[in-house]
């Protein structure tokens, strides 16, 4: 048996990130011998890469994630982060599993129009942490009056609009108006790309935001609303990091022979791996902060309890209890 591992067709874009792909020329022999399947078996694991490992960590990760969400009754409160965490679920799914079972045009247009919800959900996710932090749901203190989340509003969005408009060079539109039948994949291309740029500057600077001002409010820096953005703030550098890298390289590195193109396709599997090993913490560290209850939920419970009084057996939670002539 002999496989062909080939890279993915948009590496560190789409997809499960440079995850390599596995092909079988021919299946072994059957003949039932102990050492055909031995020899089969060590085939197929020195052929198994280490974008392949982590891709299948990140997801048994997000498994786990999904189990403690729904397990320790937080998807009510951290709904929008659920349905992120859902779909970034699929996302790894789809990409691993329809890469070359699609055309090309077919597999470009589900992975970036899922990227493009991705980045609309992380905007929802970013917009409730903040209002668990400084709106209504914060435990101490009052909530920010409309006029101040307005003005925090627009300044954030205004900071994170100009980063995106001086990050990297855009695309020229006449270039992308001439190859008329790929022009509506190509602006897909670049909507999916600049919005995630641009929720992942603005999920920085909402970290800040809550890392800095969040105490003030209640939300001190073991709540679960802080722990989440600063694995969401944490990814977000790691994403803008190696973009900010490989950028830089396609500028002021010229590919001159076969040896510089091997050189730097390594360099950006590396970097790749980083990333991921990044988001794989990060998933960690959300799987550890969310099975925990925050600090004082415990004391708020008791305190509950002890001013109801204990419940009779059968009777329900919170429901008045006739004395007894």
Request: hydrophobic fraction near 50%.
């Amino acid at each position: 048996m002999r496989a062909i591992v080939s890279d993915s067709p948009d590496r560190g874009k789409i997809g499960v990130h440079g995850v390599h792909r596995i092909t079988l020329e021919s299946e072994p022999k059957r003949d039932g011998s102990a050492d055909a399947m031995k020899e089969a078996m060590h085939l197929n694991m020195m052929h198994i890469t280490l974008e392949q490992i982590l891709w299948a960590l990140v997801l048994a990760a997000h498994l786990v994630l999904l189990v403690v969400l729904l397990g320790r009754d937080r998807t009510r409160r951290f709904s929008w982060f659920t349905a992120l965490t859902m779909l970034s679920t699929v996302r790894l799914l789809a990409d691993h599993l329809l890469e070359g079972k699609l055309s090309t045009y077919g597999f470009y247009w589900q992975s970036y129009a899922l990227l493009i919800a991705a980045s609309i959900f992380l905007f929802g996710v970013l917009i409730e942490l903040s209002r668990l932090t400084f709106g209504r749901g914060c435990t101490t203190g009052k909530p920010l009056s409309p006029l101040a989340w307005q003005g925090w509003t627009f300044l954030l969005l205004a900071v994170a609009f100009t980063a995106l408009i001086l990050w990297g060079p855009w695309p020229d539109m006449k270039a992308m108006q001439a190859n008329r039948q790929a022009y509506p994949l190509l602006i897909t291309v670049v909507v999916a790309l600049k919005s995630e740029l641009f929720t992942s500057m603005l999920a920085i600077l909402t970290g800040l935001m809550m890392m800095l001002f969040g105490g003030r409010f209640g939300s001190g820096f073991r709540s679960h609303a802080v722990q989440i953005v600063i694995g969401l703030s944490t990814v977000a550098v790691a994403r803008l990091t190696v973009e900010g890298i490989t950028d830089t390289i396609k500028v002021t590195h010229k590919i001159t022979n076969r040896a510089d193109y091997q050189h730097i396709l390594q360099l950006y599997t590396r970097l790749d791996n980083a990333r991921l090993v990044i988001w794989l913490l990060a998933i960690l560290w959300w799987i550890y902060a969310l099975w925990r209850d925050e600090p004082g939920a415990t004391a708020q419970a008791s305190a509950t309890l002890a001013t109801d009084g204990p419940v009779p057996v059968g009777a329900q939670p919170g429901a008045s209890v006739e004395p007894e002539e």
